[in-house]
């Protein structure tokens, strides 16, 4: 809708502060999941399997739990990467480079102002004004980078920002937005294994088979199959959004802002986009790390400096 001349667009991000509220809360909720997935797969069903003294029994309990552990690991080393890893803030006293300062000037927009709100009168003495490239957050009071955005719940412009996940406690930025890649995909591949391993015990539950166990034991299978299977569709379409936003370089903030255009001034090539999240070093891709060497050389691991399109303009969104 239109306000005082001035084009004002329903954010979803600015509900975002809501969820300051959950705090840790998610980090221990994540670990009961787990803990409930462990005692199901591992202390009630194929545990127990490894001394059935059946050997067919033997070596697929021994394949389950070995991916089970294997997956579980990676999950949490993941998942903590990006609990503790900082996102990305702008440095003390930056400022943009000279060639930033001297570009060519666009037209003031509304994301720019310091007051959300303008008058009409406001709003028509600044429409025939023009800044430089670099913009300037009007919560932090100091220029940002490009792609740098102001996290609402955090309190601080983050580099290369997605969103803040409440899941993660902390924001996805360009530091860890790799890592939170990994924690979806090892998720995934942890809880699709936990739901097919527990597939037989849930059916038979309506088949009225013979199923060992305790009443405990036997609820809490079917509890993690459950929970599971729900992680895995949900995560699933995660999971495909993020593959999509990665192979055109966009965040999911900027495909939110950014114009309805097939073109993107930071979309260099899938193999070029994807590099720029998970590096160049292949031993590394399907890990919560980066190579020394790719810290060294490529800036944009660090959010402040994105190769571009010179034939597009600066600022699609």
Same mark, same amino acid.
């Given at each position: 809708?239109?306000? #005082? %001349? ?6 979803v ?8 509220g +959950?705090?840790?809360?998610? *980090? ?8 409930v ?6 202390? #009630?069903?194929? %545990?127990?399997l &490894?001394?059935?003294?059946? /050997?067919?029994?033997?070596? *697929?309990a021994?394949?389950?739990? *070995? +991916? ?6 990676? +999950?949490? =080393?993941?998942?903590f990467?990006?609990v503790?890893? !900082?996102?990305?803030s702008v440095?003390?006293?930056w ?6 300062e001297?570009?060519?000037? $666009?037209p ?7 007051n959300?709100?303008?008058t009409?009168q ?5 429409s025939?004004?023009?800044?430089p490239?670099?913009?300037y ?28 996940c ?15 890649? +990994? ?9 699709? $294994?936990?739901?097919?391993? &527990?597939?037989?015990n ?17 609820a809490?299978?079917? &509890?993690?199959f459950?929970? !599971? /299977? ?6 699933m379409?995660? /999971?495909?959004?993020h593959i ?16 309805a ?5 930071y979309?260099l %090539? ?14 590394? =891709?399907l890990?919560p790390s ?5 810290i060294r ?12 399109k010179? !034939?597009? !303009?600066?600022?699609?969104?």
């Amino acid at each position: 809708m239109r306000r #005082s %001349g001035v084009i004002m667009a329903w954010n979803v991000f600015r509900f975002c502060t809501a969820l300051r509220g +959950l705090g840790s809360i998610m *980090i221990f909720l994540v670990l009961a999941v787990v803990g409930v997935s462990y005692y199901a797969v591992v202390v #009630s069903n194929y %545990g127990p399997l &490894l001394f059935s003294g059946e /050997l067919g029994n033997f070596f *697929i309990a021994s394949a389950v739990l *070995i +991916l089970f552990h294997g997956l579980l690991v990676m +999950l949490l =080393w993941s998942y903590f990467s990006v609990v503790i890893t !900082d996102p990305g803030s702008v440095p003390p006293n930056w400022r943009p480079s000279a060639d930033e300062e001297a570009g060519v000037a $666009l037209p003031l927009t509304s994301s720019d102002f310091s007051n959300p709100i303008l008058t009409v009168q406001q709003s028509e003495a600044l429409s025939d004004q023009t800044i430089p490239r670099s913009r300037y957050c009007r919560k932090c009071n100091y220029p940002k980078p490009a792609r740098c955005h102001h996290c609402s719940v955090c309190g601080r412009c983050i580099l290369k920002m997605d969103h803040h996940c409440v899941w993660v406690v902390n924001c996805v930025g360009a530091l860890n937005y790799k890592y939170f890649l +990994l924690f979806l995909f090892y998720t995934f591949l942890e809880t699709s $294994l936990v739901s097919l391993s &527990l597939l037989p015990n849930f059916i038979a539950f309506f088949n009225d088979g013979e199923i060992p166990g305790t009443p405990g034991t036997l609820a809490t299978t079917f &509890l993690a199959f459950v929970l !599971d /299977l729900a992680f895995a569709l949900s995560v699933m379409g995660f /999971l495909i959004m993020h593959i999509s936003l990665v192979a055109s370089n966009t965040t999911t903030i900027e495909a939110y802002e950014k114009k309805a255009s097939p073109k993107w001034r930071y979309d260099l %090539g899938r193999k070029r986009n994807f590099e720029q999240v998970f590096g160049t070093d292949k031993k590394y =891709w399907l890990i919560p790390s980066y190579s020394e060497e790719d810290i060294r050389r490529m800036p944009v691991l660090q959010g402040l400096e994105y190769p571009s399109k010179p !034939d597009l !303009d600066p600022q699609e969104f």
